[in-house]
């Protein structure tokens, strides 16, 4: 048993963590479009105009905030317009990106607006710079956004759909430098803004665009868009050409399609994956210290619009549908980027986990047979909703157990956050410790805590992952904690998330 003491100072509060934080992502990949959040209304699995019920009814468990699609790579490579009207009639094409199966286009947007409704989160639709034209881009925006009578909004009323949608969250394609044009970041830059001109806020839809960023801590590209987007010493706020700036995390070790596999790992693996997710606070760190040189006033977002796990696939399915399976490590990963996350709100103001359904680190693993298993991950954003919105609360942790010694990299083993709302607080921390469980303290000091209830996720070993089988394999559970005055203590098991709610005076 090691021992860890905080102090929380519930009356100091800092930035607004935004709900968006907590955002996701899904693309044309795989199957998590296709049989993961579609099965087409001829479907026996419950579906409403073909979208799976049972997932949408997952997902709003989670008060989703807002969701990213068409892609990832697919958005640019997709044309909308292929995307609407009678399905029978809409056009096929190739998606070379991810394994070169046929798409039919059923799933368009229509479709992933009324996806968005029913799920209560607001649209974030990724633009195609890649082999789009301005004026395909131009015309999607006013399809979508426009209200009264104009060429693009009565074809969508000629598609069925009267009233304009909002849609808050535009990006500027995705992975210039990679897949979505290998432009180098100045030719980029140069696109972003020229797109950006003509993507226009129709009525009252304002539209918050989002450049395409960094992969991981390419810090110049950053400042070649901070560049591109500011004025340094001109009167004129840094806010014009586009809102934020994305950039892309993933944790895993190895490349290509070797990576890491997602069951079957060893415990250095275990803590290699630990190491690597938690980098991703030197990560934000670098962009916000490019971005603050350039705009001191933080108006413009930093975005992560792509994180998570990225494994082996699970064998025998389609290398390029990147469906693997989801442990408790996943969701112990998930956990330390949301304390890291909640640590960055001042700068970081949205992040979308790769991807919801069917593909890399999910909430939700569908079959064809009508089958749904929520992952351990799914349950850390659920246990972690009172975060939305809350306010940041400073944690001092004052006594740690030893870190893990990785060939010099060191490894943490407790990671902790917590954020106040009204009444209420939320400290969320995690036990990375493989071999040892931790008491830890916590000196809770600035208001009266009335009340309290705690949750744990573990299960007796770190590759534990849930099935159509064993669903709950890996799944919440109360946890025991003793308060006397304003002292807190708890037991937190090896390998485990935990939450602790606190009512206040
Ligand atoms: O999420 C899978 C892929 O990872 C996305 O399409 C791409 O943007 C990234 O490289």
Redesign the pocket.
């Known amino acids: 048993m090691s021992s860890a003491r905080a102090v929380v100072d519930l009356d100091v509060t800092g930035a607004t963590i935004s709900r968006h934080l907590y955002g996701h ?1 899904a ?1 044309h ?1 795989g199957r998590c479009i296709y049989g993961g959040f579609y099965v087409g209304e001829d479907s026996s699995i419950p579906n409403e105009g073909g979208i799976r019920l049972d997932v949408v009814e997952a997902l709003r468990a989670l008060q989703i905030p807002n969701l990213r699609w068409p ?5 640019d490579e997709y044309h909308w317009r292929d995307g609407i009207g009678p399905k029978e009639q809409r056009p096929r094409m190739v998606n070379t ?2 394994g070169n199966v046929e798409e039919n286009n059923h799933f368009g947007t229509h479709e992933f607006m009324a996806l968005c409704e029913l799920l209560g989160a607001d649209a974030y639709v990724n633009g195609n710079i890649g082999s789009g034209t301005v004026q395909e881009m131009s015309d999607w925006v006013e399809y979508l956004t426009r209200d009264g009578d104009s060429p693009m909004s009565r074809l969508r009323k000629a598609n069925g759909r009267d009233e304009p949608w909002k849609v808050p969250y535009w990006g500027l394609g ?2 210039a430098w ?3 044009g290998h432009m180098r970041a100045e030719a980029y830059a140069d696109e972003a803004r020229r797109y950006s001109t003509f993507c226009r806020n129709h009525g009252d839809n304002t539209l918050y665009r989002i450049a395409a960023g960094a992969a991981d801590d390419d810090l110049a590209w950053t400042e070649t868009l901070m560049k591109a987007v500011s004025c340094l010493g001109c009167a004129r706020e840094p806010r014009g050409m586009f809102q934020g700036i994305s950039f ?1 995390y ?1 944790s895993h070790d190895g490349s290509g399609l070797n990576k890491n596999p997602a069951t079957a790992f060893s415990d250095e693996q275990y803590y290699t994956t630990m190491i690597k997710a938690v980098d991703i606070d030197r990560v934000i760190a670098g962009h916000t210290a490019v971005m603050d040189a350039y705009d001191p006033k933080r108006r413009i977002g930093l975005i992560c619009d ?1 994180w ?1 796990t ?1 494994w082996n696939t699970e064998p025998g399915t389609n290398p390029r549908f ?1 469906y693997q399976q989801n442990t408790l490590r996943d969701a112990l990963v998930a956990g330390v980027h949301f304390d890291i996350f909640h640590k960055h709100a001042a700068r970081l103001h949205m992040a979308n986990i ?2 919801t359904v069917n ?2 680190q999910s909430m939700i693993l569908t079959d064809d047979a009508g089958g749904m298993v929520l992952t351990p991950t799914y349950h850390v954003f659920e246990m972690n909703k009172g975060h939305h919105d809350a306010l940041q609360l400073p944690v001092h942790l004052i006594e740690r157990p030893d870190a893990y010694d990785a060939d010099g990299a060191q490894l943490d083993l407790v990671s902790i956050s917590a954020s106040t709302k009204g009444a209420n607080a939320l400290i969320s921390v995690s036990n990375l410790a493989l071999d040892s469980d931790t008491t830890l303290t916590l000196d809770l000091r600035g208001r009266t805590v009335t009340g309290h209830h705690a949750r744990v996720l573990t299960a007796d070993e770190p590759q534990r992952h849930n099935t159509t089988a064993a669903p709950d394999a890996v799944a919440p559970a109360d946890l025991d904690l003793a308060l006397d005055g304003g002292v807190l203590t708890v037991t937190l098991p090896r390998h485990s998330f935990s939450t602790i709610h606190l009512d206040l005076a």
Not at 71 to 75: K, L, S, T, V, Y
Request: proline share 0%.
């Open positions: 992502f693309e990949l892609g990832g790579c697919f958005a990106h991810w995705n992975e990679g897949c979505g892309h993933y792509e998570g990225w990147l790769a991807q593909v890399l």
